[in-house]
């Protein structure tokens, strides 16, 4: 019995273990190339041409110059999509993230569980989301939090969960990057 | 029998132990793997911004340097080097490029760039900002003054309420009081800098004096002008010369002459009104002074136009203290006063006269004041009503002879930092 229980501890210590990796590597992966884009914003642009074209909690649109190839200015959209999208997996949390440049078809960069987006003027007022057009110029940093759980955990038992837990033991990693600035919204 | 059976599930259960215990210590491994590169990208990346950084203050220490350096950093944090260079590109263009090198703990070593890119145009036009002094002296931007256009002082920009900045203003000192602290509640629409480059006034307006005498008009007289649209035609307007107020027309230029480059000037003071159709500075030694509104044929406002008119006075631009101010005044033209004031004459002591509509750009040494207050009361001259002729905005579109500048410094126009696409394995 005793060898038994070991070996169900063990396993359950694998699973939760490996859901822990697996969380911070789907972070990590998203998070570097985000944190990459952010930071170059409006590269390319003309000073008086606008940066930011959209706006929202969940969801920003921007320009930039991806390719450095001096003319072609990319637009460049993060969304966030809807828990409905992501039957698939066992967390009810879980969501895309999306990326799309140009009219290309939109990818799947991601799966979280939070996806927040907050700006900041430059005296560091909040703006409110969604922010009107003619307030998107006074954009001067982003902070961006995201959250990714995973997407299968173990079950708990049912005499375990308190009223308003999860029936199950997901791990979750949080990610927040304050004031991430680009140097080309500063000019 | 039972002892050979024990035997086989106790091995059976190491087996299975051992290689979930090796799992185990394969997560963490990875684990903490992960978090050290994650880390190792930051520093390296911080590095290179670093790099960037101490390029650039030493880039603006002297802007004629060309060539490069490597520094290398120690520390708790790891050790590693940034090599900053400065080459110039095509064009006006320079670059500063920092490359990183950080060493890491068994994944080698990792580079990281940031590259800064210059315009080093030289000359820009003082047309090009909405509003722009020398000194502000003791005059506040308050709630409800909104500025379209760049704004720029040598001076402090005093703040007292919410004023709305739409582009970005500079100063070469700093806010008073600081932005987001007491008093300033400023609306920055495209940000602010402090602490920037002065801009310096030209040292007279010789470039549109000299020109007056090799191809347009310079009179040593007080003159007064009056502006003729002249036919529904573009570019065929009139100027038309008198030496006194109602004397007798003493010369008639057309703007669209081509023998005429654009410069009307006096030594003495110069009076001005009318309806500009074409493209011409009008100057003085002295004053310039608005007798009645000057608009443009085409009102870029309302529609395409390529009228333009610039009034450059070495010393004050005023707004005549006379009937026909005052119920209200409406300039469309790039002001220039070089040594002086924009302001409207008599402004504490003159009747309320409603609102001073200006399309164009003020440029003055020191802050004029238009009108008197008493809270958001007028009690006397002009409430203020100004907007920036966004066709400004091109330094090449100005008019004739309109005073320039040279930039000190370096403008930065592009900022790009390298990135790693996901390294997850």
């Known amino acids: 019995m005793i060898v038994l229980g070991a070996n169900d501890i063990a396993a359950e210590t694998q699973t939760v273990y490996s859901g822990d990796m697996l969380v911070q590597e789907m972070l990590t992966g998203t998070v570097q190339i985000l944190e990459g884009e952010f930071r170059n914003m409006g590269y390319g642009l003309g000073q008086l041409q606008s940066t930011v074209l959209y706006a929202d909690s969940g969801r920003i649109s921007f320009l930039s110059d991806l390719g450095r190839d001096g003319g072609v200015i990319d637009t460049i959209t993060y969304s966030v999509g809807d828990t409905t999208e992501l039957h698939d997996t066992q967390n009810e949390m879980d969501r895309y993230l999306f990326r799309r440049i140009n009219n290309e078809p939109v990818l799947r960069v991601g799966v979280v569980t939070v996806f927040r987006l907050t700006y900041y003027t430059q005296p560091g007022e909040l703006l409110t989301t969604p922010i009107p057009a003619d307030r998107r110029s006074e954009i001067y940093s982003v902070e961006v939090t995201i959250e990714v759980q995973n997407p299968y955990a173990p079950y708990r038992r049912a005499e375990m969960v308190q009223t308003g837990e999860r029936t199950a033991l997901y791990s979750s990693s949080l990610w927040q990057q304050t004031r991430l600035a680009s140097q080309n919204l500063r000019r | ?425």
Request: overall charge neutral; hydrophobic content about 35%.
């Open chain 2, 1 to 425: 029998m039972v002892g050979r059976a024990s035997l086989i599930m106790v091995m059976g259960f190491g087996i299975i132990l051992g290689y979930i215990a090796w799992n185990l210590n394969d997560y963490a491994t990875r684990a903490v793997g992960n978090m050290s590169t994650y880390h190792y990208s930051t520093q390296s990346h911080n590095l290179a911004v670093a790099g960037a950084n101490v390029g650039l203050a030493k880039f603006y220490q002297d802007t004629s340097w060309l060539g490069s350096f490597t520094q290398t950093l120690s520390g708790n944090q790891g050790t590693g080097s940034f090599t900053v260079s400065r080459t110039n590109l095509s064009g006006d263009h320079a670059l500063l490029r920092s490359v990183s090198s950080y060493n890491t703990w068994g994944s080698g070593v990792l580079h990281d760039t940031v590259d800064v890119i210059f315009d080093k145009t030289r000359q820009q036009s003082f047309s090009m900002f909405a509003w722009m002094t020398n000194f502000e002296g003791n005059v506040f931007w308050i709630t409800a003054d909104t500025v379209w256009g760049r704004v720029h002082s040598n001076g402090a920009l005093h703040v007292n309420g919410r004023p709305v900045f739409m582009e970005k203003a500079t100063t070469s000192k700093s806010f008073d009081p600081k932005v987001g602290t007491g008093t300033n509640k400023a609306i920055f629409k495209q940000g602010y800098e402090t602490g920037v480059a002065e801009i310096q006034f030209p040292n007279d307006i010789s470039e549109l004096m000299n020109a007056s005498t090799s191809g347009g008009r310079k009179y040593t007289s007080e003159i007064w002008v009056t502006l003729s649209p002249g036919t529904s035609a573009d570019g065929d307007g009139k100027a038309y010369i008198r030496t006194a107020v109602a004397g007798p027309i003493v010369d008639s230029i057309s703007l669209g002459d081509v023998s005429f480059n654009g410069a009307l000037v006096s030594t003495l003071r110069v009076h001005v009104k009318g309806t500009v159709d074409g493209r011409l500075t009008i100057g003085s030694q002295n004053n310039v002074v608005i007798e009645d509104d000057i608009v443009y044929e085409q009102n870029p406002s309302a529609g395409s136009s390529n009228d333009l008119l610039g009034l450059v006075s070495n010393q004050n631009v005023i707004v005549a203290n006379n009937t026909a101010n005052n119920s209200n005044c409406t300039i469309q033209a790039c002001i220039f006063a070089r040594s002086g004031s924009f302001t409207a004459e008599n402004y504490n002591t003159r009747p309320v006269s409603g609102e001073l509509r200006l399309l164009g750009s003020i440029v003055q040494d020191e802050r004029g004041a238009v009108g008197q207050f008493s809270g958001s009361t007028i009690t006397s001259g002009f409430s203020k009503r100004y907007r920036y002729d966004t066709r400004l905005n091109d330094p090449s579109f100005r008019p004739p002879f309109y005073p320039g500048y040279y930039v000190k410094t370096f403008a930065i126009t592009n900022w790009w930092e390298s990135y790693r696409v996901a390294f997850t394995r």
